[in-house]
């Protein structure tokens, strides 16, 4: 039985900007095979409840985010079980890659599509394939997160660490700015274990989430800055968005961006990149070994799900 999250209270979606959210769901989830295989990958699994987990990461936004006002970047090979899966999301906001090209051409692309129809909302993008137990501190942070990015900064999420994990990128943070919110002073490796236990003392450390949250005018004007090729096929490809030449464009333009992360693309070179810590139960469900911190395990330390004959384990 999955550990519970503590959800958000019903609401009506919150006043301020405008604020979509992007899911990107392009992983390929190879560390959880055999449950995962190349038609069904990570993030269409229900790891952490009987829901799959990008369901989860959707129902964790309710009351921030409008149904209508979501969408998903995935490849055609998963396209039609996103949309099934994300049953209020309007079909047109499953986005598809042609082929998989790290993290900045996948925001750039959905960028473009909400520029197009509201070029200063606030995109809230986040990975589909993570866990989050404490839903209303997530909520919180992420409206803290929103209320930065309207002053004009690319803000991250940071999650404060409660072990020296060497299989997360940590952040190193800065002055602080408004609010809980600090300049990011550094984007850091994985560490080894050393480094790791020095970042968990020192306090300045954030494990890296790869959230982020921004203006789209914002951040395609930091594409424009540091990744000019990038934004050069990015703008031929915006300019057919909503006409019978994008899948054309698509087909051409999409392969010619950079396969970068948006990390080494966008925000180790940008000046205005802030960070909100937050603690709410965050894991990346990155392996089976993760499973443990979000699963609720009997009481000899097995996980099991339907009828399962455990025997001398």
């Given at each position: 039985m999955a550990k519970a999250a503590k959800k958000p209270a019903k609401a009506a979606v919150s006043e301020g900007p405008r604020v979509h959210a992007v899911i990107m769901a392009g992983g390929s989830g190879t560390r959880f095979w055999p449950l995962s295989r190349a038609a069904r990958p990570k993030q269409f699994l229900p790891l952490t409840s009987k829901r799959p987990?990008?369901?989860?990461?959707?129902?964790?936004?309710e009351g921030l985010v409008a149904p209508k006002d979501l969408w998903v970047v995935c490849?055609?090979?998963?396209?039609?079980?996103?949309?099934?899966?994300?049953?209020?999301?309007?079909?047109?906001?499953?986005?598809?890659?042609?082929?998989?090209?790290?993290?900045?051409?996948?925001?750039?692309?959905?960028?473009?599509?909400?520029?197009?129809?509201?070029?200063?909302?606030?995109?809230?993008?986040?990975?589909?394939?993570?866990?989050?137990a404490d839903v209303p501190g997530f909520q919180a942070a992420l409206r803290e997160a929103v209320r930065v990015a309207q002053g004009g900064h690319i803000v991250t999420l940071g999650i404060h660490p409660t072990r020296p994990e060497t299989g997360y990128g940590y952040i190193r943070t800065g002055e602080g700015l408004s609010g809980q919110a600090r300049k990011v002073a550094a984007f850091v490796e994985k560490p080894d274990v050393e480094k790791a236990k020095g970042y968990l003392a020192s306090g300045d450390?954030?494990?890296?989430?790869?959230?982020?949250?921004?203006?789209a005018d914002v951040m395609l004007q930091a594409f424009g800055a540091h990744m000019p090729d990038l934004s050069a096929a990015l703008g031929r490809l915006a300019a057919t968005i909503g006409t019978a030449k994008y899948a054309k464009a698509l087909a051409t333009e999409f392969p010619r961006m950079p396969a970068t992360s948006i990390d080494y693309g966008v925000a180790?070179?940008?000046?205005?990149?802030?960070?909100?810590?937050?603690?709410?139960?965050?894991?990346?469900?990155?392996?089976?070994?993760?499973?443990?911190?979000v699963r609720t395990l009997d009481a000899r330390g097995n996980l099991s799900e339907g009828n399962a004959l455990v025997i001398d384990s």
């Open positions: 987990l990008i369901v989860e990461t959707a129902a964790r936004l490849g055609k090979a998963h396209a039609a079980t996103a949309s099934k899966l994300l049953k209020t999301m309007p079909r047109a906001h499953c986005l598809v890659e042609p082929q998989a090209r790290n993290t900045a051409p996948a925001i750039a692309l959905a960028t473009a599509h909400v520029a197009h129809v509201h070029p200063e909302s606030v995109l809230v993008l986040l990975p589909s394939d993570q866990h989050v450390y954030l494990w890296n989430a790869g959230i982020f949250v921004f203006r180790e070179k940008a000046a205005n990149i802030a960070v909100v810590p937050g603690s709410f139960g965050w894991s990346d469900v990155g392996s089976f070994h993760a499973l443990p911190e």
